[in-house]
């Protein structure tokens, strides 16, 4: 068997002398949508900050297509074919939804008008306010912005953390869509979700972390029959 695109193995790391995550794997395979979740300070937004590199390891390692990337930057990361949308602060208000856009593209040498289009036909919404600053858009279209922003780098791993804050739930219903069809064309997902149920529903694969430890790893649909992960994270 082929190693997985991305293999986040043994992690342990935090802030200051303190622990968060106490030897976490996290893998993903090329074109899977992997979900983490678990309770609120279980260290999900952390395991994801120290793949991309914002969170320096005291133990573990990171390897994405079989390359080891644990001391590099996230800058690094990105051009290796990291794309990373935070929960906040990930969109630039004062300017326009195209320039936004344009932004994500920094890296690009090529022409990268394909993408653009790309991420039009899959944000119709976005499209239709092109021109306007992201600043004036809905949650969920910022959200939208945010993650098509991300794909203009044309990553290989696309990492969401918590895409469907503060969103309704029909956005919600149609981020997940939209996640699912990026996955189709070969892009990983890796993603950390409060909406726990939701987010397994389309998860190929699910892990369920409590105190920066794995506690649980099966596929989305295993963990939503599981009794005791039903019971214990999902509300029953």
């Known amino acids: ?9 043994g992690m342990r790391g935090g802030y200051g002398k303190a622990d968060i995550l106490n030897d976490c794997t996290i893998t993903v395979d090329q074109g899977q949508i992997a979900v983490i979740v678990g309770p609120n300070g279980a260290g999900k937004s952390t395991a994801m900050k120290a793949v991309f590199g914002m969170l320096n390891l005291r133990e573990g390692e990171v390897r994405l297509a079989g390359e080891d990337i644990t001391a590099l930057t996230p ?17 630039f208000p004062n300017m326009t939804v195209e320039e936004n856009l344009q932004m994500g593209a920094f890296i690009r040498k090529d022409d990268y008008s394909g993408t653009l289009a790309q991420v039009y036909e899959l944000f119709p919404a976005v499209a239709d306010k092109r021109r306007q600053n992201a600043g004036e858009l809905s949650g969920g279209q910022r959200q939208q ?36 069809e990026i996955a189709r064309t070969g892009i990983s997902i890796l993603m950390v979700e409060q909406n726990a149920r939701q987010a397994l529903e389309i998860a190929d694969l699910g892990y369920v972390l409590v105190q920066g430890t794995n506690r649980y790893t099966d596929t989305g649909e295993a963990l939503l029959a599981n009794p005791e992960v039903r019971r214990t994270f999902l509300g029953g």
Do not use: C, W
């Not at 068997?1 to 193995?9: C, E, G, R, V």
């Not at 800058?75 to 969109?91: L, Y």
């Not at 912005?145 to 919600?172: C, H, K, N």
């Open 1 to 9: 068997m082929s190693a997985p695109y991305l293999s986040a193995t």
């Open 75 to 91: 800058q690094q990361r990105v051009h290796k074919g990291m794309g990373f949308v935070p929960q906040t602060h990930n969109i």
């Open 145 to 180: 912005v945010a993650v098509g922003r991300a794909l203009m780098t044309q990553p290989r791993l696309l990492m969401l953390d918590e895409p469907t804050a503060g969103v309704s739930p029909i956005v919600m219903d149609e981020l997940f869509d939209r996640i699912i």
